[in-house]
T-cell receptor, first 111, second 113 residues
Framework: EDQVTQSPEALRLQEGESSSLNCSYT??????LFWYRQDPGKGPEFLFT???AGEEKEKERLKATLTKKESFLHITAPKPEDSATYLC????????????FGKGTRLSVIA | EAQVTQNPRYLITVTGKKLTVTCSQN?????MSWYRQDPGLGLRQIYY???????DKGDVPEGYKVSRKEKRNFPLILESPSPNQTSLYFC????????????FGQGTRLTVV
């Protein structure tokens, strides 16, 4: 069964304090790994797609990396506006199986 | 503006009263899906559709129906809602299944009493 585990569940950072969020996955052939940001009461907003081990993507203070078993979302010098829940999801290569989401990491950045 | 539009945003209803949550996208996407989001359980897929007249069950389809008669619309139907269907619902669309990003609607908060 395809599974996605995100850690930590919650993370509190001071403004400027860099850190990383983890997404571990087990899937029968990875078709794509996705990172989303979700603000309270809103729909998830797409951030990155990663397709193969070794791939990296960057956007402003965020950088996503991928290995064969996990992905990291690195946040460099975060600001309060980076506070949100970050969701990881995977799509398996077998058939049209649903996108499997992790439960998310709730990030709070304190000024 | 490219978007996925859900209606209504908030709904309180009684057990057993049929309801429909509408979803429409203006990006000519082939793939559409419905999710529910519950505290501690994350996002779980209810149904998905790969194209017009093609729908399939996700992880938690019990108690829900969908239809895809037009490419842009993908309504979620609760024939006889029950309190355990109280949740936050999201519709999503993407160009095709699998390795393309999904665009999500604003969400529908449903309460069944």
């Amino acid at each position: 069964e395809d599974q996605v585990t995100q850690s930590p569940e919650a993370l509190r950072l001071q403004e400027g304090e860099s850190s990383s969020l983890n997404c571990s996955y087990t899937v029968s052939g990875l078709r794509g790994l996705f990172w989303y940001r979700q603000d309270p009461g809103k729909g998830p907003e797409f951030l990155f797609t990663l397709y193969s081990a070794g791939e990296e993507k960057e956007k402003e203070r965020l950088k996503a990396t991928l290995t064969k078993k996990e992905s990291f979302l690195h946040i460099t010098a975060p600001k309060p506006e980076d506070s949100a829940t970050y969701l990881c999801a995977v799509h398996a290569a077998t058939g049209n199986t649903p996108l499997v989401f992790g439960k998310g990491t709730r990030l709070s950045v304190i000024a | 503006e490219a978007q996925v539009t859900q209606n209504p945003r908030y709904l309180i209803t009684v057990t057993g009263k049929k309801l429909t949550v509408t979803c429409s996208q203006n990006m000519n996407h082939e793939y559409m899906s419905w999710y529910r989001q519950d505290p501690g359980l994350g996002l779980r897929q209810i149904y998905y559709s790969m194209n017009v007249e093609v729908t399939d069950k996700g992880d938690v389809p019990e108690g829900y129906k969908v239809s895809r008669k037009e490419k842009r619309n993908f309504p979620l139907i609760l024939e006889s809602p029950s309190p355990n269907q109280t949740s936050l619902y999201f519709c999503a669309s993407s160009f095709r299944t699998g390795n393309t990003e999904a665009f999500f609607g604003q969400g529908t908060r449903l309460t069944v009493v």
